[in-house]
């Protein structure tokens, strides 16, 4: 299991225009930790881009198409609790660097909130495509029951060919019952 230094923790809240207190009022609703994913299954690191929030990517290098779409996947546990009914968003940006035999896009079936074991019941899921230009993708859902901090991670399944995909912030908000 791949860590990616913690010099990668941009808040997402920062590319958003907002006043400062309503900036710090959704930052305190993230619920992962943008700047420590995981990466299973791939050669990962850091990349300079300045087209990237902050300046700086995270660069996935999947080696190939596999059995399992989650062979290769991007990972962040969920460090505090979610409560049943709870609205929940997991949104970042991503970008295709290189697909294999020159593909300009590339779709890939799962990203989502998940329980970190078995049966992995999601709690917000979707698939997503992505081509050369940075993405924002937004995935919501609601808590069918409380979470446990731990209990629940993102996990975004890359293993659908060989391919480079780059990742700005992967962000979990909580918004609560309102949502």
Do not use: C
């Not at 050669?43 to 881009?49: F, M, N, P, R, T």
């Not at 060989?162 to 912030?169: A, C, E, I, L, M």
């Amino acid at each position: 299991m791949h860590r990616v230094a913690s010099a990668v923790l941009f808040l997402a809240t920062a590319a958003i225009p907002l006043p400062a207190q309503a900036q710090a009022d959704l930052a305190s609703k993230i619920v992962n930790d943008p700047g420590e994913p995981q990466v299973n299954g791939a050669k990962a690191g850091l990349h300079d881009d300045a087209a990237a929030q902050g300046g700086k990517a995270l660069r996935i290098q999947v080696k190939g198409k596999s059995a399992n779409v989650w062979d290769a996947a991007l990972e962040s546990p969920i460090k505090k609790p979610i409560k049943a009914g709870d609205q929940i968003i997991l949104a970042f940006k991503a970008r295709l660097e290189k697909a294999d035999n020159g593909a300009t896009k590339a779709a890939f079936p799962f990203a989502g909130v998940q329980l970190t074991a078995a049966p992995y019941t999601s709690v917000a899921m979707n698939g997503f495509e992505l081509g050369p230009e940075w993405k924002m993708i937004e995935i919501r859902g609601k808590a069918d029951r409380n979470y446990a901090p731990g209990e629940l991670k993102v996990s975004i399944h890359l293993a659908t060919a060989r391919q480079t995909v780059d990742f700005g912030p992967v962000v979990v908000l909580d918004l609560g019952q309102g949502g």
